[in-house]
């Protein structure tokens, strides 16, 4: 049995080790006992560096000696370790690792290492968007939706406005305070809320110094940091608008002359945006004013010319972005009009600047060049032409064949040609005049296009010479060819003059240097047909 006395003291440690609420006083009959006081000191150390750990307090050191202590003074360590690494991490430095707490470990440095990747992406993230936003040609800001405050500003806000950073007091800075006009701002903000963005809406604003500008503000709704934010950017229209008063002001003096002109008159933008038509595009075109400024490019121009404003525009903003004057452009058009024909115009488009010098637009003058477009197509017709016989000319059979033969070297497809001459030609002029032989030259090239291909080129080489080009041709193939030309020929019996024959001299494209290699074999083929009795086709 266990004595009162015992008992007495294993309740009192059993209470001092489970309950916080015990009497720290020991009991009477052994409050003097040296080794009962030492285990009641070391107990009591246990239990308030327990506590102290439990409740998160690592200040106080743990005096004392034994397993007991000794493990608590570990934990004591591995813990304030803990939190020295976890404040590490916290300041930005992730070299840090735990390494002495067992499966903690593990996990700790697991969720230490995707907090560094995350950081990391969203570090990177941040600088995207800080370059980009940074980088956008138009003033940008981002604001509170709730009250304006500014958050962020892009360069171009600065030198839009002309503040300075000092003046953009990031947090306390109100950009509602810009606003000239009260019932822009509420439009603005009214606009906002209800739909989550604004488009292109004008507004006035000061700069600084109270310098007024307008603008055109796009803004988009976001969210940051769990508050509604406004993403907006303003594009600076003071200039154009300045200009559009300056050209209305002087607008009465020169629609006069616009509206009463036969050349169309038109200004345009860089984008290529015309801002404004003369009335003489309708007798032109056949459409309205209203209708050709809500045309596209592409129903402006046909596909070719589309391609040189393109370029001409290309020009005109590289010009105008490095400073250099506007180079005077003058050019060939082909125009749509509105009964599905097309028209030749000649347009000569010059740049509008301000009176400081400033680029604003482009005008131009366009004139109806059809006619001269049919004289030019005629006189080019009639270069290419021989008088008598309506097939091509010399010049062009060389044109084309330098063409054939260049295209040839190229890689591309091959060609042959055919050279025929009238046999006894001269008997027939002789016998019944030249008319009749000039008459036997028209009824040949006839029968010559009844019989080629479509694509196959005709001409007159020379005297009752003929040439005939054959695109993407083999030699045998046109030896065929040839071969039905003089049975067509020899079957035909022409004006006056009766049966006629001829004889047919044929050659391919064989890596010729120049057009005159493949025209000398061909010469070759034909004096050898004349050599064998004639009516007769040979191949070189």
Request: charged fraction near 25%.
């Amino acid at each position: 049995m266990i004595s009162k006395d015992a008992r007495s003291i294993l309740e009192y440690f059993k209470a001092l080790l489970n309950d916080l609420r015990v009497s720290v006083i020991p009991p009477e009959n052994i409050s003097n006992d040296d080794s009962f006081l030492e285990i009641d000191q070391t107990i009591k150390t246990i239990r308030n560096s327990a506590t102290a750990l439990g409740n998160g307090n690592l200040s106080e050191d743990i005096n004392g000696r034994g397993y007991v202590l000794g493990s608590l003074k570990n934990l004591q360590a591995s813990l304030r370790n803990l939190t020295w690494i976890t404040k590490t991490i916290a300041s930005g430095d992730f070299s840090q690792r735990v390494h002495f707490l067992g499966d903690f470990s593990e996990a700790f440095n697991s969720m230490t290492e995707k907090l560094e990747s995350s950081i990391h992406e969203l570090e990177e993230a941040r600088s995207h968007f800080e370059m980009v936003f940074q980088t956008i040609p138009d003033a940008t800001v981002i604001t509170k939706v709730a009250d304006g405050t500014l958050i962020a500003y892009n360069r171009a806000f600065m030198e839009a406005t002309k503040f300075t950073d000092a003046d953009l007091t990031v947090g306390s800075f109100n950009i509602r305070d810009l606003y000239i006009d009260e019932s822009q701002r509420e439009t603005f903000i009214k606009t906002l809320e209800a739909n989550g963005f604004v488009e292109n809406l004008e507004i006035c604003f000061y700069g600084k110094n109270n310098e007024r500008h307008i603008g055109l503000v796009s803004s988009k709704r976001i969210i940051i940091d769990g508050a509604p934010h406004a993403l907006s950017v303003i594009r600076d229209i003071t200039q154009l608008k300045a200009i559009e008063a300056k050209l209305q002001q002087s607008e009465e003096r020169h629609r006069l002359l616009a509206d009463n002109a036969a050349d169309v008159i038109w200004t345009m933008d860089l984008t290529g945006r015309f801002t404004y038509i003369s009335p003489s595009v309708e007798k032109l075109r056949g459409y309205t004013v209203e209708e050709v400024m809500a045309q596209s490019q592409e129903e402006v121009l046909c596909p070719g010319s589309l391609v040189q404003m393109h370029e001409g525009l290309a020009r005109a903003i590289n010009s105008v972005q490095n400073g250099l004057p506007f180079q005077v452009y003058r050019g060939e058009l082909e125009q749509p009009c509105k009964d599905g024909t097309t028209v030749w115009t000649e347009a000569t488009v010059s740049g509008i600047y301000s009176e400081d010098g400033r680029f604003v637009g482009m005008l131009g003058v366009t004139r109806d060049i059809s006619e001269r477009k049919l004289m030019e197509e005629e006189i080019r017709r009639l270069s290419i032409t021989d008088k008598l016989t309506q097939s091509f000319n010399r010049l062009k059979l060389d044109e084309t064949l330098e063409h054939h033969n260049k295209w040839a070297q190229n890689g591309s497809a091959p060609f042959a040609i055919i050279i025929l001459d009238i046999d006894h030609f001269k008997l027939v002029n002789d016998t019944y005049g030249h008319q009749v032989g000039d008459r036997v030259l028209i009824e040949l090239v006839g029968l010559l296009y009844e019989t080629v291909r479509h694509g196959d080129v005709v001409g007159r080489w020379g005297g009752e010479e003929f040439l005939i080009i054959l695109p993407d041709t083999s030699l045998m193939d046109a030896a065929r060819l040839a071969e039905r030309l003089r049975q067509a020929v020899a079957n035909h019996s022409f004006a006056t003059a009766g049966a006629v024959t001829i004889s047919l001299g044929v050659s391919a494209y064989k890596n010729d240097t120049a057009p005159e290699s493949i025209v000398s074999r061909a010469d070759r083929a034909l004096y050898l047909a004349k050599e064998k009795g004639r009516n007769r086709v040979e191949v070189c």
